[in-house]
């Protein structure tokens, strides 16, 4: 009797979950109790394994379990593109919307001096030290289009520019102050091939 | 290379959840990994106790992983007043719409002889017992107002009429062909409270 019902238990935990509130965690905590067991112990492993064993790829930092993503690992796509973005998510989100075949450099953040978050948090060293070795021809910076994302876009504009390689930002359809991902694949794919040169 | 990468396997699995889209499914997984992982591991270890051990009361047949639920367990309830409900949810319900303080019996379904769903499948014998042994003075047949919820009440209610116990059906407010889990919790507290002779 100390500790909480399990049932209850379950329902704060799900809470953890974007978008689920005490409604609809409960629902999916009666749901999978009474109807998916198998598929409820399906998702406890693959999250347990998936929270302990997911970091991020050494070349791009993407979200992987592989210590080089199988973007960065397959030698079909073309390393002389590098599309600069700021989270999985948007990696994700270019993948399922464009035909885009060159690989990717995640910044997991924006820049934001006052909270500590500058050029080494967000990789650009490592960003820098691909640029210089791996024969890129272009850089596509597809930041969002927040204040920060625009700021971060700049900078590492600047820092291709010094090194001489070509910059494009995608342009024509994303929206003013939207993050990619909520993006439709449509608007997605016009801006990505609408880019030009920053 | 061979089984696909934890995260898509994650996307996957999330979506045993009702409700849940490829789409939140792959924004769920995204935020745990970026944002939560204390709490994906809390999650996992939870789901995973809650599927093994989770079973179903054995007075009432609601939800627990005790041999006996809290509310069967608790000395503090009217056990001369047992409300007859559908589903666990319905149980939840009804403990956080109204200031109901008796027991309740659990069918875990409806009467439907087609998809051999008899008494015995909704325990009904069980319920029999208890209004033999425990001094039963008003039995609350709180079932759905489907046809099948009502035919299911209507058996009921010949069950203990024979036996000579006092039915009342919650009435007023429960919107027909509707499930109780989703009526505002004002509407269920009126229909409880305006409940009449059966
Ligand atoms: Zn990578
Ligand atoms: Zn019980």
Redo the contacts with the bound molecule.
Sequence with gaps: MAAAPLLDQLVEALRCLPGVGPKSAQRMALHVLERDRPGALRLAGVLQEAAQRIGH??????L?EAE??????DPGRDGRVICVVETPADVLAIEQATGFRG??H?LLGQLSPLDGIGPEELGLDRLEARLAQEGVGELILATGTTVEGEVTAHYIGEMARERGVRTTRIAHGVPLGGGLEYVDRGTLSHAFEGRREY
Excluded: D, E, H
């Excluded at 790829?57 to 993407?62: E, Q």
């Design positions: 790829c050494r070349v791009c930092r993407t992987t080089v993503c199988p973007i960065c690992a690989r990717y995640v």
